[in-house]
């Protein structure tokens, strides 16, 4: 009986703990989607998969065609999401650059996945340079058109598969002591 108390007791922390940080993660949505509720929807999307948030954002809106230089419009986008990321400094942030499955290869970019990795690398730069998000709170990853959301078959699904994903990621070590904290 005092074991099946003991297990209980345990269950009952790790509840109270991914509750808190499921708590930080619905904070976290909110203030993103109160900060870009002005965005048009098709551009702009936030969602929860697993605990993490992702913010996907329209290449359409970040990017020219085939370039990896980031648009007037996505400067306004990035620097509402370096607002948020900067009230919360716990966090990181994983950008990635996503592509459909078009060949390109041109003078500067050799295929899809050198795009998305500068596209990627492109933002990266911006939060930092421009927003003051430290460096060492973020990644850049090139995914190139290896996971699409949509078939590349329709221009549809190739718009929807040219995407820039900025995955914010709670540091696991905090995470980890809050697991540890809630078992104490």
Not at 10 to 30: C, E, F, W
Not at 37 to 52: H, L, P, R, Y
Not at 103 to 124: F, G, H, M, Q, Y
Request: net charge negative; with cysteine; proline share 3%.
């Amino acid at each position: 009986l005092e074991s099946i108390n003991e297990k209980e007791l345990t269950i009952t922390r790790l509840q109270d703990a991914m509750n808190r940080k499921d708590s930080v993660t619905l904070a976290l949505v909110t203030s993103l989607k109160g900060a870009l509720g002005d965005m048009n929807d098709e551009d702009v999307q936030i969602s929860v998969e697993k605990g993490v948030v992702y913010v996907n954002l329209s290449d359409n809106l970040m990017f020219r065609p085939g370039s990896a230089y980031v648009s007037k419009d996505a400067q306004a986008v990035l620097g509402k999401v370096a607002k948020i990321m900067e009230a919360k400094p716990s966090l990181e942030i994983l950008v990635e650059g996503h592509t459909d499955s078009d060949p390109i290869a041109t003078e500067c970019v050799k295929d899809n996945w050198e795009l998305s990795a500068r596209r990627a690398t492109s933002i990266v730069r911006v939060l930092q340079n421009d927003f003051g998000i430290a460096p060492e709170r973020m990644s850049a990853a090139g995914r190139g058109e290896y996971l699409p959301v949509a078939s590349n078959d329709t221009r549809e699904g190739r718009a929807a598969n040219r995407r820039t994903r900025i995955v914010v990621l709670p540091k696991l070590d905090e995470f980890n002591e809050l697991i540890e904290e809630g078992l104490k």
